[in-house]
């Protein structure tokens, strides 16, 4: 009786925690750089469906704003279940609903078969013989693109015997009558096909998290798949990022708000090389005696600067100023990399995200941005970069995405000479960083 009793118990205990732990992490949210980005795959009956719902319902009842991406699948207009064509469907219309979405005001997207389940039914069909190996790696390579990969930040497959599943099938019909899929040889295949992916490309994907859901209650499997979710989402949220003592940096010279004489940028990076840390996030902006460590970059083109115009319900239009001529990035935690390139990555990666463009700019040291008589300035040193966009077709790109992102960090901008800039001073509202670099004239 007391066994009977416990389980229950035990569950309830760890809903609450998983409760309280989402109220916490939903506080880290302001922190995040787009959408975070959950897939669900697995085996037919392995209660994917009923854990997508389950998460999806969770999140929403703790105020997270939840994007489902449904199952293809059901709606796909090609009857050939299992072959080639359904598969690239299914994968190619749910990518595209999630290049769709990636830059919206959602918290969270959950996909419901993705690239990840794709790649599964792949190799279920290079298996069977029904493509050939350059029809395999041609779709493999396409699924495995790092400009939609890299926007995966958990996998979670789930898997079930075939005779498990067959089990759950025939419990919830009348007839027993198999199924194209619903086969016992089938699903065999397929079960094993899950495994094959797992070794195979959980390697290219940042977390794949494997659940097998056989003898398992349903609200006992719900709990511990978001529970492995938090923790993923909190170290999107969270992660460690590059901070110095303050002591340290109160020894650069930065009386006019910076510095950007020759080696000045050289002098800062020794300071960031010999005194810095990683800490999380959340703890950097509660310590006052840390400087976060920003990479900054300030575009141009043909003399002139690219100007953000923030939108009034941004709240930094009200911290910081209206407008500004620079983007950059907190600096993460990356083992094995020098602070050199890791500050100039940190940038490159910033610009890459927000322009979805897959290369390399070419960056020039300015110097830094730090001042300490302003109380929001001075609780981040800006590493600044400028940043040269050679390409027109870039630029135009630029002007038209104008690094809008519906998060409530928009901006519009328009590249502008720096002569005008300085005629227009007065009425730019710039904040504290783009004034220093207009004063310094160190951007040509």
């Given at each position: 009786?007391?066994?009977?009793?416990?389980e229950?118990?035990?569950?309830e205990?760890?809903v609450?925690e998983?409760?309280s732990?989402?109220?916490?992490l939903r506080d880290?949210?302001?922190y995040?750089?787009?959408?975070?980005?959950?897939?669900?795959?697995?085996?037919?009956k392995s209660?994917?469906s009923?854990?997508?719902?389950?998460?999806?319902?969770f999140l929403n009842r703790?105020d997270?704003r939840?994007y489902?991406?449904s199952?293809?699948?059901?709606?796909?207009?090609?009857?050939m279940?299992?072959h080639?064509?359904?598969n690239?469907?299914?994968?190619?219309?749910?990518?595209?609903?999630?290049?769709?979405?990636?830059?919206t005001?959602s918290?969270?997207?959950?996909?419901?078969?993705g690239?990840?389940?794709?790649?599964?039914?792949l190799r279920?069909?290079?298996?069977r013989?029904?493509?050939?190996?350059?029809?395999?790696?041609?779709f493999?390579?396409?699924?495995l693109?790092d400009r939609?990969r890299s926007?995966?930040?958990?996998?979670?497959?789930?898997?079930v015997?075939?005779d498990d599943?067959?089990a759950?099938?025939?419990?919830q019909?009348?007839?027993r009558?198999?199924?194209?899929?619903m086969?016992?040889?089938?699903l065999?295949?397929?079960?094993?096909?899950?495994?094959?992916?797992v070794t195979e490309y959980?390697k290219?994907f940042?977390?794949?998290l494997v659940?097998?859901t056989?003898?398992?209650?349903v609200?006992?499997?719900?709990v511990?798949i978001t529970n492995?979710?938090?923790?993923?989402?909190e170290q999107?949220?969270?992660p460690?990022?590059?901070v110095?003592p303050?002591?340290?940096i109160?020894?650069?010279?930065?009386?006019?708000?910076?510095?950007?004489a020759?080696?000045?940028?050289?002098?800062?990076?020794?300071?960031?090389?010999e005194?810095?840390v990683?800490?999380q996030?959340?703890?950097?902006?509660?310590?006052?005696?840390l400087?976060?460590?920003?990479?900054a970059?300030?575009?141009?083109r043909?003399?002139?600067?690219f100007?953000f115009?923030?939108?009034?319900a941004?709240?930094?239009?009200?911290?910081?100023?209206k407008?500004?001529?620079?983007?950059?990035a907190h600096?993460?935690?990356e083992?094995?990399?020098?602070?050199s390139?890791?500050l100039?990555?940190?940038?490159?990666?910033?610009?890459?995200?927000?322009?979805?463009?897959s290369?390399?700019?070419?960056?020039?040291?300015l110097?830094y941005?730090?001042?300490a008589?302003?109380?929001?300035?001075?609780?981040?040193?800006?590493?600044?970069?400028?940043?040269?966009?050679?390409?027109?077709?870039?630029?135009?790109d630029l002007?038209k995405?104008a690094?809008?992102r519906?998060?409530g960090?928009?901006?519009?901008?328009e590249?502008?000479p720096?002569?005008?800039l300085k005629?227009?001073g007065?009425?730019?509202?710039?904040e504290?960083w783009?004034?220093t670099?207009l004063?310094?004239q160190?951007?040509?």
């Amino acid at each position: 009786m007391s066994d009977t009793t416990e389980e229950p118990e035990k569950i309830e205990q760890e809903v609450a925690e998983l409760e309280s732990r989402a109220d916490a992490l939903r506080d880290l949210l302001k922190y995040a750089p787009r959408p975070f980005v959950i897939e669900f795959a697995g085996t037919p009956k392995s209660g994917k469906s009923t854990s997508v719902e389950s998460v999806r319902h969770f999140l929403n009842r703790h105020d997270f704003r939840v994007y489902l991406l449904s199952e293809r699948a059901a709606v796909c207009p090609i009857p050939m279940k299992g072959h080639l064509f359904f598969n690239t469907w299914c994968a190619s219309s749910m990518l595209a609903e999630l290049l769709a979405n990636i830059d919206t005001d959602s918290d969270i997207i959950v996909v419901d078969r993705g690239l990840f389940d794709a790649l599964v039914w792949l190799r279920m069909q290079e298996n069977r013989g029904e493509l050939t190996g350059y029809e395999a790696r041609t779709f493999e390579t396409f699924l495995l693109l790092d400009r939609w990969r890299s926007l995966i930040d958990l996998v979670v497959v789930m898997n079930v015997s075939a005779d498990d599943a067959l089990a759950r099938e025939n419990a919830q019909r009348i007839t027993r009558k198999t199924g194209s899929i619903m086969t016992g040889d089938v699903l065999a295949t397929l079960s094993r096909s899950v495994n094959d992916a797992v070794t195979e490309y959980g390697k290219n994907f940042k977390r794949v998290l494997v659940h097998n859901t056989g003898g398992e209650d349903v609200r006992e499997s719900g709990v511990k798949i978001t529970n492995e979710i938090l923790d993923c989402l909190e170290q999107f949220l969270n992660p460690k990022i590059l901070v110095v003592p303050r002591e340290y940096i109160e020894r650069l010279d930065s009386t006019a708000g910076g510095n950007f004489a020759p080696g000045s940028f050289e002098k800062a990076l020794t300071c960031v090389k010999e005194n810095g840390v990683f800490v999380q996030r959340d703890e950097a902006e509660h310590r006052d005696d840390l400087v976060q460590i920003v990479s900054a970059g300030v575009l141009v083109r043909d003399n002139r600067v690219f100007l953000f115009q923030r939108r009034e319900a941004d709240p930094k239009y009200r911290l910081y100023g209206k407008t500004t001529v620079w983007q950059g990035a907190h600096v993460q935690k990356e083992t094995g990399k020098d602070f050199s390139d890791l500050l100039r990555e940190t940038l490159q990666t910033r610009l890459s995200r927000n322009l979805f463009l897959s290369r390399v700019f070419q960056t020039n040291e300015l110097g830094y941005c730090w001042d300490a008589k302003d109380p929001i300035s001075s609780r981040h040193l800006g590493m600044m970069y400028s940043v040269t966009i050679d390409n027109p077709h870039t630029a135009a790109d630029l002007r038209k995405k104008a690094f809008k992102r519906k998060r409530g960090h928009s901006l519009v901008g328009e590249f502008v000479p720096w002569e005008e800039l300085k005629k227009r001073g007065d009425d730019l509202n710039l904040e504290p960083w783009s004034q220093t670099l207009l004063d310094s004239q160190s951007v040509k």
